[in-house]
RNA sequence: GGCUAGGUAGCUCAGCAGGUUAGAGCACGUGACUCAUAAUCACGGGGUCGGGGGUUCGAGUCCCCCCCUCGCCA
């Protein structure tokens, strides 16, 4: 048995996500950990909301809650759609927690102490108005190059020239509108990456296994043009972790916060952290999953994420963790994705365009959408949503090929036999060459689990479910029981158990439907069948079982039209 | 403009340490079966593997050039 952590990237807290950042990481995340506890080993699977920076405060002020309000809710929102969508998570934290505070203000006293940390004094932009300093996205003004009146202080999206805040003529506050700004000097602190640089491309290096996806990232990041540079981990915000050396006040930076990207990721260690305070656990409970001196030099540490997080993940979390010279567990292997198109287009949070978690479950079941996403999901390169598409993996797959199964042998079992498993007969050569078939399938189906590599190991176990059909159309019980009843009676038994089979090795994919099949079965053990044979016997003749509601309905045409029309447009 | 990834059957995608007639699922056609959600099973049609050069006995699979998508960066 191993001990497996896996985290999935952190969900921004400003509004409801889609469906492409669902199927970039918590939702393989969970489809891996699923299979990991299925298969017996020790799992610790963490994800949490990232709430801290401009944009949540800037969404607050929109609903004119406070801040802190508005995080709160819109986690219980996200908590509710995870929970939708059968996301495990162990827990499912905050990066706003205290034990975030303590933990991020912890790491930027070890950088310090180490030497990897620079203050620099820079000149911003401050509004007045608003009372804050505003960063260069969030500064509008008449473009100096092409005159546009709505150009940014970070670059002109009329002409796409590189602009400086202080370039803009009349230059004013995206958030207010006011034009009451001036240039003002303030101190911030810099991760010195470039000091780690040589560490972490080793490291990196060192990493053959991974999808050329996440290497390639990191590669051009550290060896493109200047090479990896240093980065400013402060804001001037009020929004955030307060900086401060450990549990001690840092001189100068006195109502300051460290940025996002410097504390979500360190929030993967304090979710852990906040796991054990939740559930009644010791500090002993959760360092031993990330630190190495105290249990954590056997964990297997696997992330996941889309390919925009990939550069914080290979490289400024690591130079973290390195530069803190504490033995914090590194991670051992980064899964990324690609991005899931919509229709032609990108999915789009600002537009409106494309599936929304909350819509999504509204109109099916998470079963659905998991099977579709998961089958889909968009490992080698982008990959599509179209309705059509979804209409047709979902009709055929899961409504035709999985769930007429288990309606087609339990009514014909319940028409002849009754509801209960049949006695008589027993198996024989074609039941044989049927468990060396299901092997070698759920052996291949294993591989690809183990391998993460998650569109193949949906392939594989819709050809598991095409055996049972295969099996049942070659037996042919109906035909069988006209002349021998006990020979039927023994293939509906194979059939039936099949189910359960089916119920165990699709639960990572498709949780409901496997809990109904299972249910049906009148049975609760799901144990993973390393002996294929035995678990065709586990049926006891006599033992009841249930005809269940059809597992899956099919989506109509009109639907599916209707569907189309109302994600095109705008969200309200 | 620089860089990453990709352009393979109508659709979604495999394949590539270079090697017999290029694969899967869906869609389509034919047949079988009738237990089942007009479901299932079998068989079949269908591709000059983005374009052009080159290396090789032999190239979707390696090299060069070009075109096109997508993203990142500037």
Redesign the pocket.
């Known amino acids: 048995m191993a001990r497996i952590l896996i985290t999935s990237a952190l969900p921004y807290i400003n509004g409801i996500k889609h469906l492409g950042n669902l199927v970039g990481s918590q939702l393989p995340a969970d489809l891996y950990a699923r299979y990991m506890r299925a298969r017996g080993h020790e799992v610790m699977f963490i994800c949490a909301t990232d709430e801290h920076g401009t944009p949540a405060e800037l969404a607050a002020a929109k609903t004119g809650e406070p801040v802190d309000v508005y995080c709160a809710r819109m986690h219980e929102v996200q908590a509710d759609l995870a929970r939708g969508f059968r996301l495990s998570f162990d827990h499912y934290g905050r990066s706003s927690s205290p034990r975030n505070h303590r933990l991020t203000q912890h790491f930027a006293g070890r950088l310090a102490e180490n030497g990897f940390i620079e203050e620099v004094t820079e000149q911003q932009v401050y509004s007045v108005a608003d009372g804050r300093f505003l960063p260069d996205r969030y500064i509008e003004g008449t473009c100096p190059n092409c005159g546009y009146d709505r150009a940014r202080g970070d670059q002109c999206e009329n002409c ?1 020239k ?1 602009l400086d805040p202080t370039d803009l003529i009349n230059p004013r506050s995206a958030i207010s509108g006011s034009t009451d700004l001036e240039v003002r000097e303030t101190k911030h602190l810099y991760l010195k990456q470039r000091a780690l640089k040589d560490e972490i491309d080793a490291w990196i290096d060192r990493q053959t296994d991974w999808p ?2 996440t290497t ?2 990191a590669k ?1 990041w550290l060896h ?2 200047d090479g990896l540079q240093d980065r400013g981990i402060t804001r001037d915000l009020h929004w955030g972790v307060p900086v401060k050396k450990g549990d001690q006040d840092w001189p100068g930076m006195e109502g300051k916060v460290f940025y996002v990207w410097f504390d979500a990721p360190i929030e993967y260690i304090a979710a852990t952290a906040e796991w054990a305070d939740a559930n009644g656990k010791t500090d002993a409970d959760w360092e031993r999953w990330w630190r190495t001196d105290k249990g954590a030099a056997d964990v297997r540490y696997v992330q996941f994420m889309g ?2 997080n990939v550069p914080f993940h290979t490289l400024s979390f690591p130079a973290t963790i390195m530069g803190s010279r504490e033995p914090w567990k590194l991670v051992d292997y980064i899964k990324s994705f ?2 899931l198109n919509y229709d032609g287009g ?1 999915f789009s949070t600002s537009q409106g365009r494309g599936v929304f978690m909350d819509m999504a479950l509204s109109i099916l079941p998470p079963d659905y959408w998991r099977w579709w996403l998961l089958s ?1 999901a ?7 949503f ?1 309705w059509e ?1 979804f209409q ?1 993996s979902v009709n ?1 797959d899961l ?3 999985l ?2 199964f ?4 339990t ?2 079992c319940r ?1 002849k036999f009754g509801e209960t498993v049949p006695a008589g007969g027993s198996p024989g050569a074609r039941e044989a060459a049927l468990v060396a078939e299901l092997a070698g399938r759920i052996r291949a189906y294993d591989g690809f689990m183990q391998a993460m590599e998650v ?2 190991a949906a ?1 594989e176990l819709r050809a598991i479910w ?1 055996i049972g ?2 099996y ?3 037996a ?1 019980p ?2 069988t029981f006209k002349t021998d009843p006990d020979a039927a009676a023994a293939q509906v038994r194979t059939g039936l158990a099949m189910i359960r089979l089916f119920a165990i090795l699709s639960r990572p994919f498709i949780p409901d439907a496997a809990a109904e099949m299972m249910r049906a079965m009148h049975s609760d053990d799901w144990s993973w069948p390393e002996d294929v044979q035995g678990c065709l016997n586990a049926l006891q003749p006599g033992q009841p079982f249930e005809v269940p509601d ?5 989506i109509a045409d009109e639907e599916r039209e209707d569907w189309q029309k109302r994600f095109s447009g705008i969200r309200a």
């Not at 059809?550 to 099919?554: D, G, I, S, V």
């Open positions: 796409t590189q050329v996806l390639s990232i051009k493109d043009g390919k925009d690609n991005y990108q889909h968009p490992e080698s390169s982008d990959s599509e179209t598409n047709a055929k409504a035709d090929v769930g007429n288990v309606s087609r042998i009514k014909f028409s569109r193949k392939n095409v059909n295969e049942l159309q070659e042919a109906w035909t059809n597992l899956f309905r099919k």
